[in-house]
C-alpha cells in the first residue's frame, strides 16, 4: 500500500513510520516540523534501512498539500499533522480551530483530488470529556472540556460525514489514551518544544537533571494513592495499532472509532516509582494542588481494537520508563545538537 503521513516526523508520526516501513509499504511524510525535526526522519531511515519521500509543508497550505498528495497517489493517510497542547488552546483557540479542524478540511479536499477513499486519524481519548463512568468504551457519550477537544470532536464528526457521503470511503478514528515511551533503539523519542506539559516528558527531564523536580498535581483524589490514574501506552504498541488500522481500512468500508489504550490505569506515583526503578535516578517531586480541568481516573475498554484490528498491546509501565530512560538519557536536548 502507499501511505501518506501528515505530521509523520513527530512523535507518534515517527514511531509509527517506522513500523509501517517494516511492513513494506511504501511512504510519502508531510511535515512542516513546527513540532519535530528533520533530523527523526534521518534517524528512521537509518533504522529502518528503507527510504520513504519527505515533503515540507504545512496542512493549511492547500496547494502544496494537494499537490503532495496527487504527486504521490496514496491508498491511505495517516493523519496526525494537529496542535496538541490543551493549554495552549485555551489561550489561543483561533489557532486550534484553524490548524487541526480547517487543516484536516484541507487533507480531505488534497485526498478527494488524488481519489483517496481512506484515513486514519489520530484522535483522542479527550474526546469524552468528563469519564460518566470506567472503563471507557466507544459508546461512552462524546463531550469536549477545552478547544483541543473540541477540534478532535469536530474533525471526527467531519470524518463521519465525509465517509457516509462517499462511496466506498473508509475512516479509522483511533482514540489514544497517554502514548509514552520510546522506540528500543533509545533514536526516537518524544522532544516537546518547551516546558512538557505531559507527566511522562517532565519525569524524564527531572531525571537527566534537566528540572529540578516534578509537581504532582493533585494528592486528594479519589484514587487509590491519591494521585491522578491514566491509561499509558507504549508509543511503539500504539504505532503498531496504526498498521493494524491500516490494514482494516483497507479491508472495510465505513467509519469506526477505537479506543487505543492498555485498559489498566495507572497512577502518578506509580509513574515516578517505575521510572526511578527504570532509570536508576532519582524523581525528586512535592505535591501540589490539582491542575484544573484534570479528571481523578481516565482508561479504556480496549476491547473492539481487539475484535475489530486484532491489537492488543503487549508493552507493560516498566517497558515505557526504561525506553524512555534510554531516549532521555541518550538525547538529554531531544534532536537539538548537546
Ligand atoms: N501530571 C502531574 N505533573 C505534571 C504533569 C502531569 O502530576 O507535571 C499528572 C496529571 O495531573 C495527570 C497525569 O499526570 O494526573 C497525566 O497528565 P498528562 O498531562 O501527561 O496527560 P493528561 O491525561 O492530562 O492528558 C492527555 C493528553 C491530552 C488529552 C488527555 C485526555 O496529553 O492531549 O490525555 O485524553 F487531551
Not at 513510520?17 to 512542516?32: M, R, T
Not at 485526498?111 to 477513499?117: I, L, T, V, Y
Not at 528500543?184 to 516528558?201: A, R
Amino acid at each position: 500500500m502507499r501511505v501518506f503521513l501528515t505530521g509523520g516526523a513527530g512523535y507518534i508520526g515517527s514511531h509509527t513510520l517506522l513500523e509501517i516501513l517494516s511492513k513494506a509499504h511504501e511512504v510519502c511524510v508531510y511535515d512542516d516540523y513546527s513540532n519535530s525535526a528533520p533530523v527523526a526522519l534521518m534517524r528512521v531511515e537509518r533504522l529502518s534501512n528503507r527510504t520513504f519521500q519527505a515533503v515540507t509543508g504545512d496542512v493549511l497550505d492547500q496547494g502544496s498539500l494537494a499537490k503532495a498528495l496527487v504527486d504521490f497517489k496514496p491508498d491511505v493517510v495517516v493523519h496526525f499533522a494537529g496542535k496538541k497542547a490543551v493549554g495552549e488552546s485555551v489561550a489561543k483557540p483561533l489557532m486550534y480551530y484553524e490548524n487541526n479542524v480547517v487543516g484536516t478540511l484541507s487533507l480531505l479536499r488534497g485526498m478527494e483530488a488524488a481519489g483517496c477513499k481512506r484515513i486514519v486519524f489520530s484522535s483522542s481519548a479527550t474526546v469524552y470529556g468528563e469519564p460518566q463512568y470506567l472503563p471507557l468504551d466507544e459508546k461512552h457519550p462524546l463531550a469536549a472540556t477545552n478547544p483541543y477537544g473540541q477540534t478532535k470532536l469536530m474533525v471526527e464528526h467531519i470524518l463521519r460525514d465525509w465517509c457516509a457521503a462517499r462511496e466506498g470511503a473508509s475512516a479509522v478514528l483511533l482514540r489514544y489514551f497517554n502514548p509514552v515511551g520510546a522506540h528500543d533503539s533509545g533514536q526516537i523519542g518524544e522532544d516537546p518544544n518547551d516546558i512538557p506539559n505531559n507527566l511522562m516528558p517532565f519525569v524524564s527531564q527531572v531525571a537527566v537533571g534537566r528540572r529540578a523536580k516534578l509537581q504532582v498535581f493533585g494528592g486528594d483524589y479519589d484514587t487509590k494513592d491519591g494521585t491522578g490514574v491514566r491509561d499509558y501506552i507504549h508509543v511503539v504498541d500504539l504505532a503498531k495499532a496504526h498498521a493494524a488500522a491500516i490494514s482494516y481500512a483497507e479491508a472495510h468500508k465505513g467509519c469506526e472509532a477505537i479506543n487505543v489504550g492498555t485498559g489498566q490505569g495507572v497512577s502518578v506515583l506509580d509513574v515516578v516509582k517505575a521510572f526511578e526503578q527504570g532509570s536508576g535516578q532519582p524523581v525528586p517531586y512535592e505535591v501540589v494542588a490539582r491542575r484544573p480541568g484534570d479528571v481523578a481516573a481516565c482508561y479504556a475498554d480496549a476491547s473492539k481494537a481487539e475484535s475489530l484490528l486484532g491489537w492488543q498491546a503487549t508493552r507493560d509501565l516498566a517497558d515505557m520508563c526504561e525506553t524512555a530512560w534510554k531516549w532521555q538519557s541518550q538525547n538529554p536536548n531531544g534532536y537539538a545538537a548537546p
